[in-house]
C-alpha cells in the first residue's frame, strides 16, 4: 500500500515549494533593492514614474511569494513550524514583512 503522503500531488507541490521560496524570495528582494536604488539617478519626472510602478510591481512579486510560502508551509490557517524551518535553510532571517513595509512607505504606497 503507498503512502498518501508520497503521492498526493498537492504535498509534493507544497514540499517543492518549502524548498525553492526561500531562495526565490530572496533574489526577488535583492533584485528589488537594486531597482529601488536606481531611483535616485533618475532625474526626469516620466522616468521616475516608470521606474516607480515597476517597483510596486516588484514588491506585489515579492508578496505573491509570501503568500505562496505560507500557504505551503500551513501558516495561513494556524500551520506549524514549517516557515521557521525553510527560512532557517535558506539562511534567511530578514523579515520580509517590514522589508515590504519600509518599501512601500518609502514608495508612498502604505497600505
Known sequence: MSDPEKTDPVATLRDELLRDLPGDIKRVRNAYRRAAQQAALLREAKDFTAHQTA?????????ILIKLLRWASGSDNGGDNRTANAKAQAGE????????????AALGSEG
Open 55 to 63: 517597483c510596486k510591481a516588484g514588491l506585489g512579486h515579492l508578496e
Open 93 to 104: 532571517d530578514v523579515d520580509v514583512e517590514k522589508l515590504i513595509k519600509e518599501a512601500r
